[in-house]
């Protein structure tokens, strides 16, 4: 089993920057990569931005929305994986969830594909 625990996160004014980080504990060795999905107000739990765990090549995936604004990067050796969010808009507030996929093949993208999932940490960005 994997333990993902989050912390950052907090209140930011439209344009500015804040970072999550996402502790893995447990048979992390297991998985092979990390997402932070979020879900706004309201809305439906959505895929933000992935990290494979390959020490050499790590390869990065981001949802549309926040590609050149956001940054998925990993320690592999403390295990943590980090979002750096940049030039933050309004339509970013939402609960962030750390999230690891199931152990084989795996959809990126797709929810149901995780089955390990952090708390949440909640990011407001007030305009």
């Known amino acids: 089993q994997v333990q993902l625990v989050e912390s950052g996160g907090g209140l930011v004014q439209a344009g500015g920057s804040l970072s999550l980080s996402c502790a893995a504990s447990?048979?992390?060795?297991?998985?092979?990569?990390m997402a932070w999905f979020r879900q706004p107000p309201g809305k439906e739990r959505e895929f933000v931005a992935a990290i494979t765990w390959s020490t050499w090549s790590p390869r990065t995936y981001y949802a549309d929305s926040v590609k050149g604004r956001f940054t998925i990067s990993r320690d592999s050796a403390k295990s943590t994986v980090y979002l750096q969010m940049n030039s933050l808009k309004p339509e970013d507030t939402a609960v962030y969830y750390c999230a690891a996929p199931k152990v084989g093949n795996y959809n990126t993208g797709r929810i149901s594909d995780y089955d390990a999932w952090g708390q949440g940490t909640q990011v407001t960005v007030s305009s």
């Open positions: 447990g048979r992390t060795f297991s998985r092979n990569a």
